[in-house]
């Protein structure tokens, strides 16, 4: 049965030291930091899997660069300058988010070595790694859709980026159906009207 205080059970030195206990426990909570939330498992592994998918793609466009300057395509390897660095940009924004969620980001090792046979193979492989990319983060936006709106949100950035890259190299593979890819010359004139 419930206590009531009565006037005969009034006892004050007993009600001063339960509020002065309470008290206690709430200055003992003020001081006492919460801890934050991060993000669940699977999604950290995610974003940590398109990390590596993001340095991948840095990688292939450095090396890309590379083989332009080495086999004089000037206009391309400014153009692959670009795209590299714009992907490690990407791959920055990915830490951010995993460190503002209070996740050390796992950073993975990735592929860094690309070879090319032309400037169409490359054109190929690039079309055929942004594709991929475009795959993978849609895919993800299904696996996080209900559980994770934050990160769902986070992560259609990334698919519209990568929208933009297939459209931008479709348009190159749209080009090169209109020229005649075996000839150098029209490969040189490709270069310069694409990429200057
Ligand atoms: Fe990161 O956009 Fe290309 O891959």
Not at 45 to 71: H, M, P, Q, S
């Amino acid at each position: 049965m419930e206590d009531f205080v009565t006037f005969k059970s009034f006892d004050s030195d007993k009600i001063e030291s339960q509020i002065e206990r309470g008290m206690e426990t709430l200055i003992e909570k003020a001081v006492e930091p919460i801890v934050p939330k991060a993000l669940p498992k699977e999604i950290e592994l995610t974003l940590n899997a398109r990390l590596g998918d993001e340095y991948t793609a840095y990688y292939f466009y450095r090396n890309a660069a590379n083989w332009c300057k080495g086999v004089n395509f000037p206009k391309a390897a400014a153009f692959f300058e670009k795209e590299a660095a714009g992907e490690l940009e990407h791959a920055q924004a990915i830490q951010d988010y995993l460190t503002q969620w209070n996740l050390y980001p796992d950073i993975p090792a990735v592929e860094t070595g690309r070879a090319f046979l032309g400037l169409v193979d490359l054109i190929n492989q690039a079309y055929e790694l942004e594709w991929n990319l475009l795959q993978k983060y849609s895919d993800d936006q299904k696996e996080i859709f209900r559980d994770h709106p934050a990160t769902f949100n986070f992560i259609q950035g990334y698919v519209d980026i990568q929208v933009g890259e297939v459209a931008e190299y479709s348009d190159y593979l749209n080009a090169l159906q209109l020229i005649d890819t075996r000839s150098k010359l029209d490969i040189l004139m490709f270069e310069d009207k694409y990429f200057g």
